[in-house]
């Protein structure tokens, strides 16, 4: 996980999530961008992300999915973490309800570092082991702590 968790802030994390379907959760995600002034308005980014699923959907399969727009709204990439224990039909390849959500909105002057990121943690996600251990967090300290275990770990197996 080393260079991801400077992208990663517990007042940036849903848990649980509320939404009952994609477009109120994605409405949920931004939310925390909004209220520490991350965005300057919502809605342009709402739109950026909205168009996006519509061109394809996010849900990636295995219960993730990864909502993200680019819109000049931001001034550096930011990132939600939100879990729903219900599951939210996200239109997965898989058929499958999504319950991990990383929602990713990126400076439209700055698409390179959104594609990076979005990709480390596409490939994160793809571990089984973690997208369990993620399921299992009740709140934003068990998301962080999970996150920054499962890094360190990674980090020893490297060496």
Same mark, same amino acid.
């Given at each position: ?7 990663i !802030? ?6 649980p999530?509320?939404?009952?379907n !994609?477009?109120?959760?994605i409405?949920?995600l ?5 209220a520490h002034?991350l965005?300057?308005?919502? @809605?342009?980014?709402? @739109?950026s /992300?909205?168009?996006?699923e519509r061109r394809?959907?996010?849900?990636v399969?295995k219960?993730v999915?990864?909502? *993200?727009g680019l ?9 939600? /973490?939100g879990?729903?224990p ?10 499958m309800?999504c *319950? ?5 909105v ?7 570092? *959104? ?10 996600l793809?571990?089984?082991a973690?997208?369990s ?5 009740? !709140? ?8 920054? !275990?499962?890094?360190?770990d ?6």
């Open positions: 996980m080393s260079g991801l968790t400077q992208f !802030s517990k007042q940036f994390m849903v848990v999530m509320q939404a009952t !994609s477009r109120e959760a409405e949920e931004l939310e925390p961008l909004k002034k965005l300057k308005t919502g @809605e342009n980014c709402l @739109e /992300i909205l168009k996006r394809m959907s996010t849900g399969g219960g999915a990864l909502p *993200h819109s000049d709204q931001v001034e550096d990439v930011a990132l939600v /973490i879990i729903s219900a599951g939210i039909d996200f239109k997965a390849p898989d058929g309800l *319950h991990i959500f990383v929602l990713f990126g400076p439209a002057s700055q698409p390179d570092k *959104h594609y990076k990121l979005l990709s480390r943690f596409t490939k994160l793809s571990d089984g973690l997208r251990l993620l399921m299992e967090a009740r !709140s934003a300290d068990d998301i962080m702590a999970t996150l920054e !275990s499962w890094g360190q990674k980090e020893e197996e490297d060496l």
